[in-house]
């Protein structure tokens, strides 16, 4: 009997229709907590509790539908919104209904007669001159701008904007700000002289503090920083030995292979040697992932591994491990305290020195990003704000926030602000030569956030004044703190158009058959 999986065909006008109810149906739940007027959106967790979210990203992840064809439209929303989460750390409400529009309207305009491919080509085309345009009309970050881009990615909670807005104001031009579990019911802000590395343990498993469940060493851990991967367990065994003889513990930042790591994980953490140990994710990619191994083993006074290493550390393990102070990793950042050592500082003095002459004669924004993030984890300065709440569904519900406030000011440090409110897509209408399509989707935002205020109409005068929904009054966006971010936003936008054209040229959908 053939083990193969059996599928269900749908094909043209009924494929079009039950992917734009799929979207439709879970646009409509996200969109509704879009914006100060939003509503709640209570979800069933899977043991029967109500927990009460505003936060888009949980909302959408959250949605499943019975409807095959609608939930594989559904996923490739998610899928759109996972993408901006991760480049930008906000808006993903921003690019469900985007996505939205874009897919209904685009449907529309076959109807009328118009090819797919020239459909998706019109679009693609409006999209780079609002990407430019933007661009051209942001503004850089300042201190109050912080608050504000922190207050509406918070969905207007004062408390997370004030104390997230003082993280990053006392982390300094090139310090990091990351978020934890708080011990107590309190939220506050803590600030540790360290390096933050935006990845975390490789395996849950490794978690030897429960209570926020994180890995936790602080007895002068060795590290090793390496750029290779990891594929014997004879590459692994020198520096486990030599951190058992010396009775300290071990942290490697590298890929592993799994099965490696699965043996690691099955003889060094046996309950009956409970080894301190632990694997963590090597971030990057390329030349930025050589660059910063070979920055952090500067700073934990050692020297990298890479290509020119080789890979037999037998008796040359001492050459390639570093020391710190203390290490917490999480999920997915990790806070390093190096030691403080005199001569390793003077070498990472001479090291930032370097960078900075580069920055001042590069000509691209993106490489001066790239160096001054290479700086900041130099620096070593990280604003942690600890989240705390009585209740569970409220801390969980607050640490959402959180992260979307701390992930967009982020991204507005990189690219600048925009007018909020939508209105920066909205005027983009009047200044630019779009196509019908993007001219008719790229005002839903806007559209929905009076919607949920209940407000029927904004007629808009010029960027950046827009409708206040929380005060019912037209204002200069700037001045009433209404911002968002201009990266956010722009990749709201990259990622709903390349959903909307993926759906847009699909004709047939095969999906798994249901036996009932």
Known sequence: MSDRILKDITSKDDAKTRLLSGINKSADVVSSTFGYRGRTVLIESDYGKAEPTKDGYKTLQSIFLDDPVENIALEIAKEASE????????????????????????????????????????????????????????????????????????????????????AYIKAGEYGSVSHARSNTDETYLEFIQGTLVESGYADERFINIHSNRTCVFDANPLVVCSTIEFKTEKQVVPFLNYSLETKRPLVIISDMVPNVR?????????????????????????????????????????????SLSGDDFDGREGEFLGECEKIVIGKSDTIITPIKNKYIQEIVDGKIAEIKEVIKTTKSQVEEKYLRDRISKLVGGVSVVNVGSIIESELKEKIARVDDSVCAVRSAKEEGVLAGGGVALFYANTELDLDSVTEKSIDKPVLKLLSNANIDSFEGSEYPFGYDVKNFKEVDMFDAGIVDSNKAIKHALINAVAASNTLLLTDVVLTNKRFI
Not at 128 to 133: A, F, M, P, V
Not at 268 to 294: A, Q, R, S, Y
């Open 83 to 166: 993408k901006t989460v991760k480049f930008a750390g906000d808006s993903t409400t921003n690019t469900i209904i985007l996505l939205q529009a874009f897919f209904a309207n685009s449907i529309e305009a076959v109807k009328n007669g118009k090819s797919p491919i020239d459909v998706k080509q019109e679009i693609e085309k409006s999209r780079d001159l609002i990407l430019e345009y933007l661009d051209k009309i942001s503004t850089p970050i300042t201190d109050k701008l912080i608050y504000d881009v922190a207050l509406t990615s918070a969905n207007g909670d004062e408390e997370i904007a004030k104390i997230v807005s003082e």
């Open 262 to 306: 699965e043996m690691i994980l099955k003889n060094v953490l046996h309950p009956e040697k409970k080894f301190p140990f632990c694997v963590v994710h090597c971030p990057g990619v390329g030349k930025k992932k050589l660059d910063f191994i070979n920055d952090l083993a500067c700073l934990l006074g050692t020297q990298a591994i890479t």
